[in-house]
């Protein structure tokens, strides 16, 4: 009936309807800024820069694409990986001055 070659494509056209099907929520939280604040939350406490993460938390703790960041890229769980932490660090410096800067505007 099917080529080896065509089963194999039909095969991984279902694996990424299944995975676009299965996880919508996820491909647009990707695309969010708070989505990527939750992720450098959770490098920042990978690294040890409780309090960037900590106040990134009390400012956004409570909406879902910041927790969705958050919680897809928590890396507690291993014991070594290797982040550019000091840039971690600069980049929420930055970032959170610019946002205390337009808080006293």
Same mark, same amino acid.
């Given at each position: ?35 990527? #604040?939750? $992720? @450098? ?5 990978? !690294? *040890?820069?409780?309090?960037? &993460? ?20 928590? #890396?507690? $769980? @291993? ?5 550019? !932490? *000091?840039?971690?660090?600069? &980049? ?14």
């Amino acid at each position: 009936m099917f080529s080896a070659a065509s089963r194999q494509v039909c095969l991984a056209l279902f694996l990424c309807a299944t995975a676009v099907a299965m996880a919508p929520g996820q491909l647009e939280a990707e695309e969010s800024g708070l989505y990527t #604040l939750g $992720k @450098y939350a959770a490098y920042a406490r990978h !690294c *040890g820069h409780h309090s960037l &993460a900590k106040e990134l938390q009390s400012r956004y703790g409570d909406l879902e694409d910041f927790k969705s960041g958050r919680r897809q890229h928590d #890396l507690q $769980k @291993y014991d070594y990986v290797r982040l550019p !932490c *000091g840039r971690v660090e600069d &980049a929420l410096v930055d970032f959170l001055e610019e946002v205390k800067a337009e808080d006293a505007k």
